[in-house]
């Protein structure tokens, strides 16, 4: 229950968290994949879900094609 502003805010934390740790550390980078997707009045939360669960793995063809998934 959060809105799109607010669910931008955490993925830049997440972003720049990761972005920290990874400096830190020196063999094994870690990744994450990221899906949001957001219902309008009346949605169906079956339906968001299904879209977000499709943009995290969209997230993560792209990090792999970048070469930031091993």
Known sequence: HVTR???E???EK???ALA???RRE???PCVIACGCA???AGYDLETVLAQADQRMYED???KKQ???VR
């Open 14 to 16: 997440w972003k720049n």
């Open 60 to 62: 993560k063809k792209n």
């Open 5 to 7: 502003d607010e669910a």
């Open 26 to 28: 020196d063999d094994t």
């Open 9 to 11: 805010q955490i993925r």
């Open 38 to 40: 957001f219902g309008e």
């Open 66 to 68: 970048l070469g930031a």
């Open 20 to 22: 920290e740790l990874n």
